[in-house]
T-cell receptor, first 112, second 110 residues
Framework: DVKVTQSSRYLVKRTGEKVFLECVQD?????MFWYRQDPGLGLRLIYF???????EKGDIPEGYSVSREKKERFSLILESASTNQTSMYLC???????????FGNGTRLTVT | TQLLEQSPQFLSIQEGENLTVYCNSS?????LQWYRQEPGEGPVLLVT?????EVKKLKRLTFQFGDARKDSSLHITAAQTGDTGLYLC??????????FGGGTRLMVKP
């Protein structure tokens, strides 16, 4: 079974802090994704990566950046956290050419 | 931007009842997926439909892809408390990218 692990279940940060959300997958998937999930809005794509060192902006990249130095790890960075970034963050991975996403259990981030 | 609208947003029913959740768009999708998300977990794929008019059954769940590949429905027969969760539809398009609907939160009461 594919395992996608997000390092933190819950995080509480202060406005202006730099925040790192980590995601690791163990199935050698090339593609990795970061989504945020808000009630009624479904999943919105922040950034994705086709392979190591590659990154593409999704639908809502403002205020975020990413890092993909190793194939199994995809990090989401909030350069200066703001209260409107309070949300559930979901990481996912898959093989190229497939639609099916394998998700982690999410990180619930609260910015105060 | 492609949009997928799900209805209803919330549904609360008694165990044993039937229900249908809808996923609609003005855009054509090459495939349509349904995911279920339980509290504290990430979404998990239930089914993928790829052909217009396709119907797939998964035990008490029936999934249908519209003829024009713009809409889909999920029907649950004799709902059980274990069906409680958030149901998300996702349409596939160019580059294998997925567009997610807003979700339907289902509560099945004993």
């Amino acid at each position: 079974d594919v395992k996608v692990t997000q390092s933190s279940r819950y995080l509480v940060k202060r406005t202006g802090e730099k925040v790192f959300l980590e995601c690791v997958q163990d199935m050698d998937h090339e593609n990795m994704f970061w989504y945020r999930q808000d009630p009624g809005l479904g999943l919105r794509l922040i950034y994705f990566s086709y392979d190591v060192k590659m990154k593409e902006k999704g639908d809502i990249p403002e205020g975020y950046s990413v890092s993909r130095e190793k194939k199994e790890r995809f990090s989401l960075i909030l350069e200066s956290a703001s209260t409107n970034q309070t949300s559930m963050y979901l990481c996912a991975s898959r093989f190229p050419g497939e639609f099916t996403l394998h998700f982690g259990n999410g990180t619930r981030l609260t910015v105060t | 931007t492609q949009l997928l609208e799900q209805s209803p947003q919330f549904l609360s029913i008694q165990e044993g009842e039937n229900l249908t959740v809808y996923c609609n768009s003005s855009s054509v999708f090459s495939s349509l997926q349904w995911y279920r998300q339980e509290p504290g977990e990430g979404p998990v794929l239930l089914v993928t439909v790829v052909t217009g008019g396709e119907v797939k059954k998964l035990k008490r769940l029936t999934f249908q892809f519209g003829d024009a590949r713009k809409d889909s429905s999920l029907h649950i027969t004799a709902a059980q408390t274990g069906d409680t969760g958030l149901y998300l539809c996702a349409g596939g398009s160019a580059g294998n990218m997925l567009t997610f609907g807003g979700g339907t939160r289902l509560m099945v009461k004993p």
